[in-house]
């Protein structure tokens, strides 16, 4: 296959380092790494020419992320955006992407590490490609200047696992729609980075070149982990409080996701009385018991698909750093 190349722009000047019109930067906040970060990292990177982590926690999660990136050295680490301290967890975070998202845009047109792609994904979140990179593959369409990959979203287990990304096999698809879904449905972005080029919440971007791609599903894909087992569930929830019926504290952007609204109730309530009776038995009606009709139905109809991004990947380990 030919490799594409272009030049990179330094105001009006031609840079004289080529690179590639077709390589990805990938870009991602983490509050805190488990045990399945570091396969999430080797899996990227087969892909990746970078990876620009943002920590959302760097006092409490330094030593450990640079001790996982030391070993990665196209893995760049970054103290992430502190924007609005007071605000509830599950706002802030938006708002502090956009601003690493926007920082990591500046520093993959700065031609002494260029990429022509960049994309924003979380840590419980894979790009899977089922036939891999081909000439047809998304960052290969010239007339674009941004892509929209659809998401699935992993069904939950109800045991414990220490690494969803292997554990977790089937996913409810976005065509049979999102109704059922954890977490949100209308998909993540890439875009091609060009000096005018902007992140639009966590899902889209702004001022890019060229046409909207959006990739059809069985080429490329984002499979979310959401919240994976109950033991997660809980944990989530526990970090974002109590927060409230608005995203941002803003009246006129209503919370319309009515399950992750009730978690919050549940889980606060458990968190209040101890008693986790009924946060357990909420979390129990969400989870689908494979084997009955209702089950073998969505399969028959390809609401449930089964997907093993991971299938191909030689030595997948996890890497516990709890102690560190």
């Not at 696992?161 to 972005?189: E, I, L, Q, W």
């Amino acid at each position: 296959m030919n490799r594409l190349l272009t030049y990179v722009y330094s105001g009006d000047e031609y840079n004289k380092q080529q690179i590639s019109t077709t390589s990805i930067a990938i870009t991602t906040t983490i509050l805190r790494p488990d045990a399945s970060f570091t396969t999430w990292l080797d899996y990227h990177l087969q892909r990746a020419k970078y990876i620009m982590v943002h920590m959302d926690d760097p006092t409490n999660t330094r030593e450990t992320l640079e001790h996982i990136c030391s070993t990665r050295p196209d893995v760049i680490l970054r103290n992430g955006s502190k924007t609005k301290p007071e605000m509830t967890p599950e706002s802030r975070i938006m708002l502090r992407q956009q601003d690493n998202v926007l920082e990591a845009i500046m520093y993959f047109l700065d031609p002494a590490h260029p990429a022509a792609w960049l994309v924003h994904i979380d840590t419980d979140e894979l790009l899977y490609e089922p036939g891999g990179e081909t000439e047809r593959s998304w960052n290969h369409h010239q007339e674009a200047g941004s892509v929209k990959f659809t998401n699935h979203e992993a069904v939950p287990l109800m045991e414990e696992v220490d690494n969803p990304f292997v554990s977790c096999t089937s996913f409810r698809v976005s065509s049979g729609g999102t109704k059922h879904f954890m977490a949100y449905g209308n998909g993540k972005a890439a875009v091609r980075l060009s000096n005018r080029v902007g992140p639009s919440g966590p899902h889209a971007f702004t001022a890019y070149r060229g046409e909207l791609y959006k990739v059809p599903a069985e080429e490329a894909m984002v499979l979310h982990y959401s919240t994976p087992s109950y033991e997660r569930w809980v944990a989530k929830y526990k970090h974002f409080g109590r927060f409230g019926d608005y995203w941002y504290n803003d009246p006129t952007v209503p919370n319309k996701m009515d399950f992750m609204k009730k978690s919050r109730d549940v889980v606060q309530a458990a968190v209040k009385s101890g008693d986790w009776t009924e946060a357990r038995a909420f979390w129990d009606s969400w989870v689908p018991k494979q084997g009955t009709d209702e089950w073998r139905e969505d399969v028959e109809m390809e609401r449930v698909r089964k997907y093993e991004p991971l299938s191909g990947m030689l030595g997948v380990k996890t890497e516990d750093y709890s102690d560190l």
